[in-house]
């Protein structure tokens, strides 16, 4: 009969199966908290739309395909999303011609007819003087704009 070594791993060894049965439970306790979102911001009039922003964290922008962009979820509480031909948001000292902003699919807004996300063009950092820019379309041509200032905390 072979004779196990009295090694640290053979003495050790069933110590590694009982984390890995733990480490499950650390994750679906993770899991089922709720994350919490900073509060919506003002709504505003965006031609026959209103239009409220939420951003989904307060931190800085991240690099997303060759872009750097921040994550927010628009809410249409007037206005029918169907009647949006299509939406983008940018952040930045003016908004992004139409004809620019076609030309990627970045910073375009997608989702439901109950919420809309978008990760919005940023640039890296932000400056006081920057803005939420909020672009929409209409069918029939018509081109609306509105814009948000950035909070104080955000503005290095």
């Not at 206005?79 to 031909?85: A, K, L, P, Q």
């Not at 620019?100 to 400056?127: R, Y």
């Amino acid at each position: 009969m072979a004779r196990r070594k009295n090694t640290f791993w053979n003495r050790n060894k069933f110590k590694l199966s009982g984390l890995i049965l733990i480490l499950p439970i650390y994750f679906l306790y993770e899991q089922l908290q709720p994350p919490v979102f900073p509060d919506a911001w003002e709504e505003k009039q965006v031609g026959p739309f209103e239009i409220a922003i939420q951003p989904l964290n307060n931190d800085a922008p991240y690099a997303h395909h060759e872009d750097w962009v921040k994550d927010f979820s628009a809410f249409v509480n007037e206005g029918e999303v169907s009647d949006i031909r299509q939406g983008y948001v940018n952040i930045g000292e003016e908004p992004v011609p139409l004809d620019t902003l076609q030309q990627d699919d970045v910073g375009i807004l997608h989702g439901s007819e109950l919420l809309q996300h978008v990760h919005a063009i940023a640039p890296q950092q932000f400056e006081p003087q920057h803005r939420v820019w909020v672009t929409l379309q209409t069918w029939n041509g018509e081109v609306h704009q509105a814009n948000w200032e950035l909070p104080d905390n955000w503005v290095k």
